[in-house]
């Protein structure tokens, strides 16, 4: 069991997963081309620990709550997205601003893909 004590609050089930997805992708601890496995794994060994601890409710909640708290996160990587864009018009060739674009995208992409999947699950 992993308990992180920044966020222990009251919150829904799945919340708190999507906050350590989002975050990790957001700080860059988790490379673009691994977010669909590290979503994969992170889900089903939160499933599995909720599981494990005696809890048998329906595993769609759970989905529901991870893909719209990591989908809710587009809010503050939006912004960042198009005031990246606006840097690139000043200093098109900079590596670090284009790379970091890149990424963003990447989030914003999973971050709509898990909105439509939350669409689509029925609670």
Same mark, same amino acid.
């Given at each position: 069991m992993l308990i992180d004590w920044q966020f222990m609050s009251i919150s829904g089930i799945g919340e708190d997963l999507g906050k350590l997805f989002g975050v990790n992708m957001s700080l860059g601890i988790i490379p673009p081309?691994?977010?669909? =496995?590290?979503?994969?794994?992170?889900y089903n060994?939160?499933?599995e620990g909720l =599981?494990?601890?005696?809890w048998q409710g329906d595993a769609?909640?759970?989905k529901y709550?991870?893909?719209l708290s990591t989908a809710l996160r587009s809010v503050w990587e939006v912004p960042q997205f198009f005031s990246i864009l606006a840097q690139?018009?000043?200093?098109p060739d900079n590596t670090q601003l284009k790379e =970091?674009?890149? =990424?963003?995208?990447?989030?914003i992409n999973v971050h709509k893909q898990m909105a439509m999947e939350a669409?689509?699950?029925?609670?």
């Amino acid at each position: 069991m992993l308990i992180d004590w920044q966020f222990m609050s009251i919150s829904g089930i799945g919340e708190d997963l999507g906050k350590l997805f989002g975050v990790n992708m957001s700080l860059g601890i988790i490379p673009p081309e691994q977010y669909l =496995r590290f979503q994969t794994s992170l889900y089903n060994a939160y499933l599995e620990g909720l =599981r494990d601890m005696g809890w048998q409710g329906d595993a769609g909640l759970v989905k529901y709550g991870f893909c719209l708290s990591t989908a809710l996160r587009s809010v503050w990587e939006v912004p960042q997205f198009f005031s990246i864009l606006a840097q690139l018009e000043d200093d098109p060739d900079n590596t670090q601003l284009k790379e =970091r674009l890149n =990424r963003l995208d990447c989030i914003i992409n999973v971050h709509k893909q898990m909105a439509m999947e939350a669409d689509f699950i029925s609670l």
